[in-house]
């Protein structure tokens, strides 16, 4: 079961490299714009058949059809690189990761490939860079995904959320859409403490040993909750402003935002009042 599962990735992620290099060059020698875009939905498609193959079902709550013209900004809780394989398959994204992710085989380069924006942490100073290559794909409408919390984590606690990724959304006024990831179900089992592990990778985990005991699964569930959104026009782009962003979209990721607390937002600014400051720096 295992092997035939990796020869058919082995054997998808070729076809796709392939494809998506061919694509790129199309682009380039027609001159088409949102290059971005493009390959972001070939990107879903690739990740959406990986999917499969991984017997990975998710359900969706909430409506995902808007994200599909693009521009928006998606964060997530983050608990394993298989957080990318289920939002990947359903929304078209170029992600924003760590630079550690470039120099893993395989998807290290597909990742390039597709665009990925990669953060070094250890370079502050390259923050402007940063800002602006992600405004260049999110005016590419492409849609970006970022996991604010920075590194993976066993699930039972949310790390606080980095503000410098927030920078460009909020420098550009983009749409932030809030994304919720639970893990429901392994082989019919619960998601808990002692089998949590198969699928969440996270520390010092050994990326290929996770990778072929997850090859093993016969099954795995996942909802994925759409937040109400967060228009980045309500903070101000400084410091401060980047900081209260990122309490509101960490608590709109735990869902403690309900749809009618973001609705009466848009009503307050509607009649001219100023924006509410749900959580207060």
């Known amino acids: 079961m295992r092997w035939l599962k990796l020869t058919a990735f082995l054997s998808l992620w070729a076809f796709f490299f392939g494809l998506v290099a061919l694509v790129h060059l199309w682009i380039s020698i027609l001159g088409l714009p949102n290059r971005w875009k493009i390959i972001s939905r070939l990107a879903r498609s690739f990740t959406l058949l990986l999917r499969l193959i991984l017997k990975i079902k998710v359900t969706v709550q909430g409506e995902e059809g808007q994200l599909e013209r693009g521009g928006f900004v998606i964060i997530a809780n983050h608990m394993s690189y298989v957080d990318g394989m289920v939002l990947g398959s359903i929304f078209p994204i170029v992600f924003v990761s760590k630079r550690e992710v470039k120099r893993w085989p395989i998807v290290g380069q597909w990742n390039t490939l597709c665009g990925t ?149 848009d009503e307050e600014d509607s009649a001219g009042e100023s924006p509410a400051t749900l959580f207060p720096g």
Request: hydrophobic share 40%; proline share 5%.
């Open 117 to 265: 924006i990669f953060i070094d942490r250890q370079h502050k100073e390259q923050v402007g860079s940063l800002v602006e290559e992600m405004t260049r794909k999110l005016q590419q409408e492409a849609n970006l995904l970022l996991f604010p919390e920075g590194t993976s984590t066993n699930g039972e606690k949310m790390l606080p959320f980095q503000t410098v990724p927030l920078a460009a959304p909020l420098r550009n006024r983009s749409i932030i859409v809030p994304v919720t990831l639970t893990y429901k179900s392994i082989e019919d089992m619960p998601v808990t403490a002692a089998n949590r592990d198969l699928i969440y990778w996270y520390g010092d985990m050994d990326f290929v040993t996770h990778f072929w005991r997850l090859l093993g699964l016969r099954g795995v569930e996942a909802m994925v909750t759409i937040q109400p959104k967060v228009e980045c026009f309500r903070y101000q782009d400084n410091s401060a402003g980047r900081k209260s962003l990122a309490e509101d979209c960490y608590n709109r990721v735990l869902g403690k935002v309900l749809v009618g607390e973001s609705a009466q937002e």
